[in-house]
């Protein structure tokens, strides 16, 4: 049995009504708040979470209907297959972003680097821990040369709009 | 409705047989080198992977049948809230680890910095970007003060056996 079935923890707010100018990654969306309802039966998984600074978000790239394998993606001009990019239409459509942690208030998460759409369904909440997840001289394939302005300046546009 | 059906992409072998001493981050597991089987339906979506040094492999934590809303973490003795730890019992049961990318050869991918199990199935493959996903100046919460060492020295043990 090949299958599995999950259910969202909650619920994620931000400005984004649709992925049009979107910004495609938390660093060009440092200036944007978001918030999180977590649903109350899991309010008590919150414990000690306000520590960090930063959490990752995992959640459901709940507009993706379909999947492609090959794509061209935001930030370069050519065919890439889906794993090779951050691109949403994925077999399993789960984004992940690392956001900054403002506030917590009951079961209201407050943060910024929003890039994901308002009303995405959030899956799980990892705290983030730099000497665990932070990785150097890595080779980034046909990203390298791309620096953090790209990134800031990219938006989405409607090339994955369903 | 709430609920969704996810898939597979592929197979993750490694070393690690059942969860007693196994490394509990890919930091603690760097020699450790497993391989992933894609199925064939998702082979063309690894065009352009090889260049990347590093992934992130999303995958189901499939030995976890259910979730403990407070945890006592590896890494201390006093109990946390789920989300703020990397605890496996958790409401949906998805690791994140970021390894290396050694070689991909037709369908299979040879990696090091195997933390999770054999057998584990595969949901997701993302290019890691140094420039998007580190992270600096964070607080670390309960784990501030840690480094390398301890998590490199932490092995699990059984208490999140089912």
Redesign the interface.
């Known amino acids: 049995m090949?299958?599995?079935?999950?259910?969202?923890?909650g619920t994620i707010s931000t400005p984004w009504k649709s992925i049009d100018n979107m910004p495609i990654?938390?660093?060009g969306a440092e200036a944007v708040k978001g918030t999180i309802k977590i649903f109350d039966e899991?309010l008590?998984?919150?414990?000690?979470?306000?520590?960090?600074?930063?959490?990752?978000l995992?959640y459901?790239l709940h507009k993706i209907t379909d999947y492609e394998?090959?794509v061209i993606p935001f930030m370069d001009k050519s065919?890439?297959?889906?794993?090779?990019?951050?691109s949403p239409k994925?077999?399993?459509a789960?984004g992940?972003s690392?956001v900054e942690l403002l506030k917590i208030e009951g079961n209201l998460l407050h943060f910024s680097g929003a890039d994901m759409l308002n009303g995405t369904?959030l899956?799980?909440?990892?705290?983030?821990?730099?000497?665990?997840?932070?990785?150097?001289n890595?080779?980034?394939?046909?990203?390298?040369g791309?620096?953090?302005n790209d990134?800031r300046k990219t938006k989405s546009d409607d090339r994955f709009k369903m």
Chains 1, 2 share one sequence.
């Open positions: 090949n299958e599995w079935i999950i259910n969202s923890i990654q938390p660093l899991y008590a998984g919150l414990a000690a979470l306000e520590g960090f600074s930063h959490i990752t995992l459901k394998l090959t065919p890439k297959g889906i794993f090779a990019t951050r994925r077999p399993n789960i992940i690392t369904p899956l799980d909440i990892k705290p983030f821990f730099e000497k665990f997840d932070n990785r150097f890595t080779r980034q394939g046909w990203l390298e791309r620096d953090e990134i």
